[in-house]
C-alpha cells in the first residue's frame, strides 16, 4: 500500500533537547537516510511560537457565525500490519514478554559485526609458522537504552551464529526469518541474567552501562584463525553473524544501541615457550554492517486471536495500537459527508480525538501518526501547516489531531477516500531513530452510551 504521512508530533525545542536515547549510528547510510527524511520533514511541519500547525480556513473573526459537533458517527477497525523495512533503525530489541491484552510478543537482534579497524592484527610478518593462541574470554557486550517493556525478572539469554550471508545493500521486512546455528554460544551456566536498563546513560558524554555475556573460547579461536580480518566481505562469509534471543516467556523486551555493541576477544599469543600479555581484538557494528530486529506477536487467546493480513476487527469500543510491526487503526470519516449538504461550507476546525486506556504496568505509545491512502490520481495532500497531534498527552488521557484542511478536501472531493490510519510511531525524541515496543489501548467510537467524551470523537467547526 501507499500511504502518505499527514503530521509529526513534536516542536523543535523539545527535539533538541538531549535526555535519554541515543544517537542514530551515524556511519550507517542506510539508517541515516530514513532518519534524515524524518527529521527534514519534523523540521517542515513546524512553524513559528504562536500559529497553529492544523490552522484554520477561515479568519477567526469568521468563527463568530461558526457552529460546532462532535455527534457525527464514527465507524474504527483494527487491521494488522503490512510488512514494514526493519532495517532502518539504530537499535536492537531483545527479549520475551506476555501482555494481558495483547498476548506474547518476542523479539531477537540480528546482526553483523566487522574487525574493528583500530584493532590490531593478532597476526605479524615475524610470527613463526607454529604461532598459537590461548583464548582468556570472549565478551559480547550491548549499552543499554532506557527502553525496556514488561516484567523485572532474571532472563535466560541465547546467543546463535547466523547461518545466512546479510547484505547491506538489500532491504529487509517485518516477515523476514533467519536461520542459525542451533548451539548456544554463551558459556553453559552463564546464560541467566539480571537486567538494568534503568542504568542507562541519558547522554552522549555519559559513560555507556552494558550487558556483557561471555561466549565460549572455542569461537573466538574460530574469529581470530580462520576468519579473514583484513577483507570484511571475505570475513562476513566466514562469520555471517549473530543471533541474539532470550528463552524467558515472560520477561521484558530491552533496547540496546546498535552502534555500541561489541564483541572483544581477549587472547594471548604463545611463540615457543614464550606467552604474550593479554591482547584484545574487537569486532564492532560499522556502517558496512547490516542489522534488525526480528517481532513475533502471538495473539492466541486474546481479544485479537482472530486478527489477520486479511481480517480486520471492529474497533467501535476498544482499538489497538502496538509498535514494531503490530496492529494499525483505520477510522471511517464518510458519515462527515452531511457537511456537503451546507452550501460553500468551510471547516474552520476538524479535531480527532482518542482516548486511551492508563496502565500502570505498561506505557502507552509514545506518538500516534495519522496518514491516508494516497489516492490513483496522485493527490498528496502534504503542507506545512495543515496537520498537528498524535503524542500521548497524559492530562487529557488522549491522542488528539487537527485535521481540519484534511476533512474540507475529502468534503470537497479532492481526497477520495474517507478512510484515515492511525499508526504507532517509532521513537524519536531526542534525535534518535530507535524503535520501540510499546502499545497503547483506544477507546473507540462506540466505547461509552452515557459520556461521549470518553469516545474516539470528531469535533467539527464549521461556517457558511
Known amino acids: 500500500m501507499n500511504f502518505m504521512i499527514l503530521l509529526f508530533w513534536e516542536s523543535p525545542s523539545s527535539l533538541i533537547s538531549n535526555t535519554g536515547y541515543h544517537m542514530p549510528h551515524k556511519n550507517s547510510l542506510k539508517k541515516l537516510r530514513l532518519f534524515s527524511f524524518l527529521v527534514v520533514m519534523m523540521f517542515a511541519a513546524c512553524k513559528k511560537t504562536g500559529e497553529s500547525l492544523g490552522g484554520t480556513i477561515q479568519p477567526e473573526e469568521d468563527l463568530l457565525f461558526a457552529q460546532q459537533t462532535d455527534s457525527t ?15 532502518v533503525f539504530a537499535n536492537y530489541l531483545v527479549g520475551n514478554y506476555v501482555d494481558p491484552v495483547f498476548g506474547t510478543t518476542r523479539c531477537s537482534a540480528v546482526m553483523q559485526l566487522a574487525p574493528s579497524a583500530t584493532s590490531l592484527s593478532p597476526f605479524s610478518i615475524s610470527d613463526p609458522a607454529d604461532v598459537s593462541f590461548e ?48 548451539q548456544n554460544l554463551i558459556i553453559p551456566g552463564m546464560e541467566v541474567q539480571e537486567t538494568f536498563p534503568d542504568r542507562a546513560s541519558f547522554t552522549a558524554s555519559d559513560p555507556k552501562v552494558y550487558l556483557k555475556m561471555k561466549l565460549r573460547s572455542e569461537f573466538g579461536h574460530h574469529l581470530l584463525t580462520e576468519c579473514p580480518l583484513d577483507d570484511f566481505d571475505e570475513f562476513k562469509t566466514a562469520f555471517n553473524g549473530l543471533v541474539v534471543s532470550t528463552s524467558t516467556i515472560d520477561g521484558r523486551v530491552l533496547g540496546f544501541a546498535a552502534i555500541d555493541t561489541k564483541l572483544t576477544v581477549h587472547y594471548r599469543k ?25 517481532t513475533d506477536h502471538q495473539y492466541f487467546g486474546t481479544n485479537l486471536a482472530t486478527l489477520t493480513a486479511t481480517n480486520e476487527l471492529s474497533g467501535n469500543e476498544y482499538c489497538y495500537a502496538q509498535s514494531v510491526y503490530g496492529t494499525r487503526i483505520r477510522v471511517d470519516l464518510s458519515e462527515a459527508l452531511w457537511l456537503r449538504q451546507i452550501p460553500n461550507v468551510i471547516i474552520n476546525k476538524a479535531e480527532l480525538v482518542v482516548p486511551f486506556e492508563n496502565d500502570e504496568h505498561f506505557e502507552p505509545v509514545d506518538a500516534i501518526i495519522i496518514s491516508y491512502q494516497k489516492d490513483s490520481d496522485g493527490y498528496d495532500g502534504i503542507s506545512d501547516s495543515l496537520y498537528a497531534g498524535g503524542a500521548v ?72
Open 73 to 87: 458517527h464514527l465507524q474504527a477497525f483494527v487491521m494488522k500490519k503490512e510488512p514494514v523495512r526493519i532495517d
Open 393 to 464: 498527552n497524559r492530562s487529557k488521557g488522549a491522542y488528539t489531531y487537527n485535521i481540519s484542511q484534511h476533512l474540507q478536501a475529502i468534503v470537497a472531493g479532492d481526497v477520495i477516500s474517507t478512510d484515515i490510519f492511525l499508526t504507532e510511531y517509532p521513537i524519536l525524541a531526542n534525535f534518535s531513530n530507535s524503535n520501540g515496543i510499546r502499545r497503547s489501548i483506544l477507546h473507540g467510537p462506540a466505547f461509552s452510551a452515557t459520556d461521549r467524551t470518553r469516545n474516539m470523537r470528531l469535533i467539527i467547526t464549521y461556517s457558511n
Open 135 to 182: 583464548i582468556d574470554s570472549v565478551v559480547l557486550a550491548f549499552a543499554y537504552q532506557k527502553n525496556a517493556y514488561g516484567k523485572n525478572v532474571p532472563m535466560t539469554f541465547a546467543v546463535n551464529e547466523l547461518t545466512e550471508l546479510l547484505d547491506i545493500s538489500t532491504d529487509y521486512y517485518s516477515d523476514k526469518t533467519v536461520t542459525k546455528n542451533l
Open 270 to 294: 604463545i611463540l615457543g615457550a614464550a606467552i604474550q600479555d593479554t591482547l584484545t581484538f574487537d569486532f564492532q557494528n560499522s556502517s558496512s554492517c547490516e542489522s534488525f530486529t526480528l
